[in-house]
């Protein structure tokens, strides 16, 4: 990890643990904890207020979030309550400006 911002970073767990972190994630770091390769969801307004952060998930529980019981994913339901959508695995929440 390089490049130390605010602790404006999280990764939520399925079991709904909450780690804040601070430094910028490679490419590679955010891919092994998500477990796989990464979709980036962006993160409805809230209450009018453009989010400034997007959640960074694995592509593929992404896509079988369809059927969460698919290879023994679980749903996270604060990422899902979160996104407004139903999310699986563990995810990272992190500002947009970590994208560039």
Known sequence: ???????D???????GNLTYFSE????????AVVGGLIEVVNLPDVRGHKTN???IVNEEFLVKSLNPNVEGM???TIASALAGKLICGNV???PRRDLN
């Open 24 to 31: 910028v994630m490679t490419l590679a770091e955010l891919q």
């Open 74 to 76: 679980g749903v996270n």
């Open 53 to 55: 952060h997007v959640m």
């Open 92 to 94: 990272l929440v992190i």
């Open 9 to 15: 970073r999280m990764i939520i767990s399925i079991k």
């Open 1 to 7: 990890m390089s490049n130390t911002h605010t602790n």
